[in-house]
């Protein structure tokens, strides 16, 4: 392995929501972030941040990851990743399904995501239609997405602040419940184009890095206690008990 990723997500400004202009209202929304091996195809981590928000609202990492001390970012995977020499970070942004959304036109022909999954389709996910994503028991519809191909074997280069524009690699297109007003009670709209192709549906605020892997003196000094306690252990265990 090259090193590991250093990546801290900061704020996420939400251009479409799945509401049109005409009718907003917050809604529930995602950032998905997945790390990537383009040689294999692994998964080497999955991580989404979910959150309710307006179209033009900026949300920072304090919203989105719960007790983080103000104006720090949000790591973006939970737990350290060491890479491959290359590696790519995917981002997509997400829209959940809920009771006043739906149905999305075209929905049926794509493709349902699953971030526990242990392998990705590198061609079909990354350069393929929009994607459905699974969020633990809800599913998704992909509006934006971007990704970057990081050279894992330059470590100790000073950490990038990036922002990121996730583009629409399609229009989306559904329909959405029209709340009621004085006497005209609540009803369908008419199909309705929530974001066309090459649109931004999310900008992504983040610092990516890649740091050195830990020392190997280190990794040998544990091993080698390791084996000097299991070798007392044997020790002590053959010798006589005292009567």
């Given amino acids: 392995m090259a090193g590991r990723l250093s990546a801290t997500l900061l704020s996420v400004t939400v251009h479409r929501n799945g509401r049109p202009t005409a009718a907003p209202r917050p809604m529930d929304v995602a950032l998905v972030a ?17 959150f309710r928000a307006s179209t033009g609202e900026t949300v920072g990492a304090g919203k989105l990851v719960a007790g983080l001390e103000p104006g720090t970012g949000a790591p973006l995977f939970e737990k350290p990743v060491a890479l491959p020499d290359v ?33 990705v389709p590198i061609a079909g996910d990354l350069l393929g239609p929009r994607l459905h994503v699974k969020i633990g028991e809800r599913i998704s519809e992909e509006y934006g997405r971007q990704n970057l191909l990081l050279n894992a074997t330059s470590t100790g280069e000073p950490v990038r602040a990036l922002a990121l524009e996730l583009e629409a690699p399609e229009a989306v297109r559904g329909v959405y419940l029209i709340d009621a007003t004085g006497r005209s009670s609540a009803k369908v709209s008419p199909p309705t ?26 990794k040998k000094l544990k091993e080698s206690k390791v084996k000097a306690t299991g070798k007392a252990t044997a020790a002590a265990k053959g010798r006589p008990r005292p009567r």
């Fill in 193 to 218: 184009v929530f974001i066309e192709a090459g649109e931004t549906a999310a900008t992504v605020v983040l610092t990516v890095g890649v740091e050195p892997p830990p020392p190997a003196k280190a």
């Fill in 87 to 119: 590696v790519i970070l995917d981002l997509r942004f997400t829209v959940l399904y809920q009771n006043d959304l739906g149905p999305i036109l075209g929905a049926a022909i794509n493709k349902i995501v699953d971030l526990v999954a242990g392998k």
């Fill in 34 to 50: 997945r790390l990537l091996n383009p040689v294999t195809g692994e998964l080497l981590a999955a991580r989404a941040f979910e």
